[in-house]
Nanobody, 115 residues
Framework: QVQLVESGGGLVQAGGSLRLSCAASGSIFSITFMGWYRQAPGKQRELVATITSGGSTNYADSVKGRFTISRDNAKNTLYLQMNSLKPEDTAVYYC?????????WGQGTQVTVSS
């Protein structure tokens, strides 16, 4: 089992920045990739960014150049640095980890961007 706990969400004005964190615990060895997804009200959950165990990253087109995903293996923590935030970035952001054929999810953290 893998436990994921997100933090760092909040209310920010358009153009501002936030950094989300996701602390992983439990059976974290052999996690092949981690990532961030988001879900806005009335919409499906969508990919934001992923990072593999080797450090390769992938971003949704809507966040390229504004968001940066990173991981600190020593702290077992995943980050999402979000800059130049837009009202359309408003959503609940979820951390995910893939290990041994299973996806694990955190409880989510709310990000609200005001115009």
């Amino acid at each position: 089992q893998v436990q994921l706990v997100e933090s760092g969400g909040g209310l920010v004005q358009a153009g501002g920045s936030l950094r989300l964190s996701c602390a992983a615990s439990g059976s974290i060895f052999s996690i092949t990739f981690m990532g961030w997804y988001r879900q806005a009200p009335g919409k499906q959950r969508e990919l934001v960014a992923t990072i593999t165990s080797g450090g390769s990253t992938n971003y949704a087109d809507s966040v390229k150049g504004r968001f940066t995903i990173s991981r600190d293996n020593a702290k077992n923590t995943l980050y999402l640095q979000m800059n130049s935030l837009k009202p359309e970035d408003t959503a609940v952001y979820y951390c995910t980890a893939f290990r041994a054929g299973k996806n694990y999810w955190g409880q989510g953290t709310q990000v609200t961007v005001s115009s």
